[in-house]
């Protein structure tokens, strides 16, 4: 979004994040998202965050220490009030699933509107519920021309820790250059985006299995908290870049589809 604006003095270019209530919330670190009209072109790109793509809602909204409700069988609302307006969606979750960021986050499983009590349930579980549920509904919304977007599901950004986890001393900072094997050990695909999207018109963005060859290509030790490698998010410009260009050459394929070309 940075590139694309060029900037905050961009003539051309008009913050329209107030209409999609894209404000940053009272006691909030950061906002949840922006969006930027492009006057030239007519064209509007949104940037909503949600880590875990369901809906999050306070239990008890009058206090301010409450829990909230992690609905797995249901989309984030931001989603379901904006799918109409739009042309193309891509979703992507995965790393925030784990329990650490779950209760950090003070959040309670919720299905059917209820507590979830299947306390049996993983957090691989509840990652794969949540994506068949939202899978599906967005497959539904199509099937019944209730949008006319085209809709991605990208798969998980591979992590490339060595000797320890990020809590214990992982890091990356050996690797300066991408790895030149033929092959990697490694995910080819995210399977549980892959089961999720089988049979229905949402399309993958598959950016897995190219991204395992770039161990290069992570902040690493370069960040302002010097007491853990970060060897998950990337270094921009960098290996997201391709991904886009991935996004691009496949929308156009997509629409040579849509002329019969």
């Not at 209530?21 to 906002?31: D, S």
């Not at 909204?61 to 904006?82: C, E, G, N, Q, W």
């Not at 979703?91 to 499983?109: A, Q």
């Amino acid at each position: 979004m940075c590139m694309l604006t060029g900037g905050d003095d961009a003539a051309w270019v008009e913050d329209v994040s107030k209409k999609y209530g894209l404000m940053k919330r009272h006691g909030a670190l950061l906002e949840k998202g922006t969006a930027q009209r492009f006057l030239k072109t007519n064209t509007t790109i949104i940037f909503y965050w949600s880590a875990s793509l369901c809906e999050i809602e306070p239990i008890h909204k009058s206090d301010a220490h409450t829990k909230f409700a992690m609905h797995l069988d249901r989309p984030a609302v931001f989603i379901r009030t904006y799918l109409r307006f739009m042309d193309i969606l891509i979703l992507n979750t995965g790393h925030h699933w784990n329990r650490g960021k779950i209760e950090g986050n003070k959040w309670v499983m919720y299905l059917d509107g209820k507590v979830d009590t299947a306390h049996s349930r993983t957090m691989a579980d509840a990652k794969s519920l949540t994506i068949n549920k939202i899978a599906s509904w967005l497959h539904s919304q199509k099937k019944k021309n209730l949008t006319r977007a085209e809709i991605y599901m990208r798969s998980l950004s591979p992590r490339h820790f060595f000797d320890g986890e990020w809590n214990s001393g992982g890091r990356c900072d050996d690797e300066f250059l991408p790895s030149m094997q033929l092959n990697i050990t490694g995910h080819m695909s995210d399977p549980v985006i892959e089961s999720a999207i089988s049979g229905t018109s949402l399309r993958l963005l598959n950016i897995t299995y190219i991204s395992q060859f770039r161990f290069d290509g992570h902040i690493s030790k370069y960040r302002p908290d010097a007491s853990h490698q970060d060897c998950l998010h990337w270094c921009l410009p960098g290996v997201p870049d391709v991904w886009n260009e991935m996004l691009y050459a496949d929308i156009l394929l997509w629409q040579n589809e849509q002329r019969g070309a």
